[in-house]
């Protein structure tokens, strides 16, 4: 199930808590009423360089081989899923941990150079960092008269 886009409007009025409680609730949503399973929509930096884009996600608790990292007619796409193994014979008091996903998607500003993408994932930080396409062989066209 996929959550559509919601528009807010910070200028009706309207009980300030109320806004709060739908970004809070966009967050952070169960895919379905009949599982445990849960959508993050986690925050990303985008930044440039004079050479490169760097895009930079908090991924905390995700092991790097469930990140699949994609580019594609230049938007890059980031998803990971994360499941907790059930342990049979546990007995849980608060267990708030189940099974999430994410995707996120954007459109790089600019061309890159695809041969030379890196990603890092360091203390729950993923960077990734893309340098810009660089077209070194400009020819010169003599126009004749």
């Given amino acids: 199930?996929?959550?559509?886009?919601?528009l807010i409007n910070p200028w009706i009025n309207r009980d300030p808590f109320s806004i709060f409680n739908e970004l809070v609730g966009a967050s952070i949503a169960p895919m379905s009423s009949d599982d445990d399973t849960y959508t993050s929509i986690l925050p990303l930096n985008l930044e440039e360089k004079?050479?490169?884009?760097i895009v930079t996600v908090h991924v905390p608790g995700i092991?790097?081989?469930n990140i699949d990292i994609s580019l594609n007619n230049n938007v890059l796409t980031i998803s990971a899923h994360y499941k907790e193994e059930?342990?049979?014979?546990?007995?849980?008091?608060?267990?708030?941990i189940y099974e999430s996903s994410f995707v996120r998607s954007i459109v790089l500003p600019g061309k890159?150079?695809?041969?030379?993408?890196?990603?890092?994932?360091?203390?729950?930080?993923?960077t990734v960092v893309l340098p810009k396409y660089?077209?070194?062989?400009?020819?010169?066209i003599k126009i004749n008269s």
């Fill in 86 to 96: 059930n342990e049979e014979n546990s007995k849980y008091h608060i267990r708030e």
């Fill in 1 to 6: 199930m996929k959550r559509a886009l919601k």
């Fill in 50 to 53: 004079d050479d490169r884009y």
């Fill in 112 to 126: 890159v150079n695809e041969e030379k993408i890196e990603a890092n994932c360091k203390d729950g930080v993923l």
């Fill in 134 to 140: 660089q077209q070194d062989n400009i020819k010169k």
């Fill in 63 to 65: 092991p790097t081989e």
